[in-house]
């Protein structure tokens, strides 16, 4: 493994002196027969900016990814591991649907209320 990497680096350092020497001086801007080395001269050259329509179809991606995984996920299982290896599956929809109906309860009702009836509330 440890020889492959710096055979990488060395082909990598190979090629940089090559398109360093060949294809990225001025003199051939627009005169390179072949359009791949014509591609790499106008890349190299920052003739056209690929960064940013790239950083903007990577953002499109990931927001909408985290988006439909979300969603997803709402209505998954989630696997509980307990003791003397017993699993336990619960909804997470369950557990959204719980805790939204616990942040909307009036005070009164919360668990606490629940747990002991006989309590005087004010």
């Known amino acids: ?12 350092i190979a090629a940089t002196i090559v ?6 001086p001025k003199k051939y801007d627009g005169k390179l027969k072949n ?3 014509q591609f790499l ?10 960064i940013e329509a790239l950083t903007k179809f ?7 990814a985290c988006i439909f995984v979300g969603f997803l996920l ?23 649907t719980c805790s ?6 009036p005070e009164p009702y919360h668990r606490f209320s629940r747990s002991f ?3 005087q509330l004010p």
């Open 1 to 12: 493994m440890d020889t492959l990497i710096i055979i990488g680096i060395l082909l990598a």
């Open 19 to 24: 398109l360093y020497i060949k294809v990225m």
């Open 35 to 37: 359009k791949f080395l």
């Open 41 to 50: 001269h106008d890349f190299f050259n920052f003739k056209t900016f690929y």
């Open 58 to 64: 990577v953002f499109v991606l990931l927001t909408c």
């Open 74 to 96: 709402l209505f998954g299982k989630i696997e509980y591991y307990g003791y003397f290896g017993a699993t336990f599956e619960q909804s997470s929809f369950r557990s959204f």
């Open 100 to 105: 939204i109906a616990e942040i909307l309860t």
């Open 117 to 119: 009836p006989n309590l």
